[in-house]
């Protein structure tokens, strides 16, 4: 089974978690860099990428649209692995939908059917605090999910994060279908019985920041939402329920815990793998938005986020490590999949199976494996980078790296195995790293997630009670 994200992420347990990693952290020669312009040069062209990026939409799509579980509408956490249900796939799922609607892939009334398949089973899946035969407690679902039956999966845990990016896929949802048919009537009133029975407030155990999960077995988990990562999109849907909100301090706790440093001469609030940097933006725009961190630091978390990709690139580009391949167009460290140790025939390289892969100032973990979700879910900050690179891996490995469903999760072109067979490309594609390229690149394209939450409620709540203001944010009544 993959390693759970979160368990990586916590930057107060960083030095302890790195003294257990298998590849020790490489040395790095942190350098000034100029930062590239704000605007593509002449020499690149949106319109050079451009059915590029038609196919790899409506093929990243597609990978939600087939393989949804045609009686739960649950998602697989990878494909064709053999694989138990994500639930934060789940969410991405559910906004891919949309999507595909708006790109006219599949029609509304289509979207609106599978959306209240997935929508009912979730309400009706049996809850509580039992070890087995249940698939969540306290309006928070379980990390993986059996596909058909909706079961906890083994002793995973009740995920507070990976419920959040469901529920961010369930209000999306609730926003787009605004008609006034019966089957879109249906879907609001599920989803907002479904947001409105997560109890944040439990989730934050009595404490200033709110835990990582929970199991039946032995209650929370050792480890809380601090420092900055995707969790931030936690903080605000705790913020902005009606239901079980948190206490209003509780977004001054989370930013109390971020690390602002500088790294590759670009200074942003530092976490090691780009999807921490990726996550709550697929859902929120944050461009303009400020909350009372930021005013200080004088800049915004989208450009938080451009930085953070930009200096990921910058350290694939130095390549302190020596890993084959990397270049200013083959770059990205994430959370992914990885070739693992076996039949290798490296005997000075320790290679990785899943794990959470990123550069920061106090967090490197590579082992040479490049995550195509790493440039695609950052496509909204660093286009130019992003795009061309993602062009140029479908353009140098072909079908070894882009299939049925687009980009498969990712490829290390350093190991070499005893057969001779030198490199390794995945075989799988995982579900929230389908998501993240989906949906930033619609938001790059048209802004349309992004437009759509912001007319949600509870998402527009959550953020001005965290204090943020400016931007659209301000134009939006309470």
């Known amino acids: 089974m993959r390693t759970v994200r979160h368990q990586i992420i916590t930057l107060e347990q960083n030095e302890n978690i790195m003294k257990k990693l298998i590849l020790p952290t490489l040395i790095l020669f942190v350098f000034s860099c100029t930062q590239p312009k704000e605007m593509p040069s002449a020499a690149w062209s949106y319109r050079d990428h451009a059915s590029f990026l038609d196919t790899l939409s409506h093929r990243t799509f597609n990978f939600f649209w087939d393989l949804a579980d045609s009686t739960t509408g649950n998602q697989p956490d990878r494909w064709p692995g053999k694989s138990f249900s994500s639930i934060a796939a789940t969410g991405f799922g559910l906004t891919a939908y949309l999507i595909g609607v708006e790109q006219k892939y599949i029609t509304r009334a289509q979207a609106a059917e599978r959306v209240l398949k997935t929508l009912r089973f979730l309400n009706q899946a049996p809850k509580g605090d039992k070890t087995e035969g249940i698939t969540g407690y306290k309006g928070f679902f379980y990390h993986f999910i059996d596909m058909k039956t909706g079961f906890r999966f083994k002793e995973v845990e009740l995920s507070t994060v990976d419920t959040g990016l469901l529920m961010a896929g369930i209000l999306a949802c609730q926003t787009f279908f605004d008609l006034e048919n019966e089957s879109e009537k249906e879907i609001r009133s599920l989803a907002d019985s479904l947001f409105l029975a997560v109890d944040w407030n439990w989730a934050m155990n009595g404490n200033k920041t709110m835990s990582m999960g929970w199991h039946p077995e032995h209650g929370f988990i050792d480890a809380s939402w601090r420092g900055y990562n995707e969790g931030m999109i936690l903080y605000i849907m705790g913020l902005g329920t009606p239901s079980h909100p948190i206490p209003a301090s509780s977004w001054g706790a989370w930013t109390s815990t971020y690390q602002w440093g500088n790294y590759f001469g670009y200074e942003h609030v530092n976490f090691g793998p780009l999807f921490g940097h990726q996550y709550s933006h697929c859902w929120i725009d944050f461009r303009g938005l400020q909350d009372s961190y930021m005013k200080n630091k004088k800049i915004d978390y989208f450009e938080n986020s451009r930085r953070a990709t930009l200096a990921n ?25 990885g070739p693992g140790n076996a039949n290798k025939n490296n005997p000075n390289m320790a290679f990785m199976d899943y794990t959470a892969r990123g550069a920061a100032q106090w967090y490197v973990h590579d082992d040479g494996t490049i995550a195509p979700t790493a440039a695609g879910g950052s496509i909204p900050f660093a286009p130019q980078e992003c795009i061309t690179a993602l062009h140029t891996m479908k353009q140098n490995f072909g079908e070894k790296i882009f299939q049925q469903y687009g980009f498969k999760d990712a490829f290390n072109l350093t190991i070499t195995y005893q057969n001779g067979t030198a490199g390794w490309f995945d075989q799988d594609y995982l579900g929230i790293d389908q998501g993240a390229i989906l949906i930033q690149l619609e938001n790059y394209r048209s802004d349309f997630v992004w437009n759509l939450m912001k007319k949600n409620r509870y998402i527009v709540s959550g953020l001005k009670k965290a204090g943020f203001s400016g931007g659209w944010i301000d134009n939006v009544a309470n």
Do not use: Q
């Open 313 to 337: 690139r910058a350290y694939c580009i130095t390549n302190s490590g020596g890993w084959k391949g990397y270049g200013e167009n083959n770059w990205g460290l994430t959370a992914c999949d």
